[in-house]
């Protein structure tokens, strides 16, 4: 008789504490500032949808350290040109096919 007193109670009182967990997300919802597309007001993060910010965020901080490899790393090496090595030889090709054609029309 007590065990079931006792659950009666336990289950009342499961029900009154997932009654006010369901009202205060109820309550949550509505008087919050409604959620917006980043584009709709692309200056207030604060509006925007979770979604929305938090692809927003990750590419910003992929931006970021991927511009911060390339401007640290170094990159390939200059020649004493001031250009890179594959464009100088794509312009000593293309001036030598020029000269070649000069030569079989003359």
């Known amino acids: 008789m007590a065990s079931t007193m006792a659950a009666r109670q336990a289950a ?15 309550r949550r919802d509505h008087h919050g500032s409604p959620k917006v597309d980043f584009w709709k007001d692309p200056y207030s993060p604060s509006k925007w949808k979770e979604e929305h910010f938090v692809i927003i965020s990750l590419s910003g901080w992929g931006l970021l350290i991927f511009g911060g490899y390339k401007a640290f790393s170094g990159g390939k090496k200059k020649d004493e040109h001031g250009c890179h090595s594959s464009l100088l030889d794509f312009r000593l090709k ?13």
Do not use: G, K, P, Y
Request: with cysteine; aromatic share 0%; proline share 0%.
């Open 12 to 26: 009342s009182l499961l029900r009154l504490s997932s009654s006010r967990s369901v009202s205060l997300i109820q």
């Open 94 to 106: 293309c001036t030598n096919a020029v000269e070649h054609d000069r030569n079989l029309i003359h």
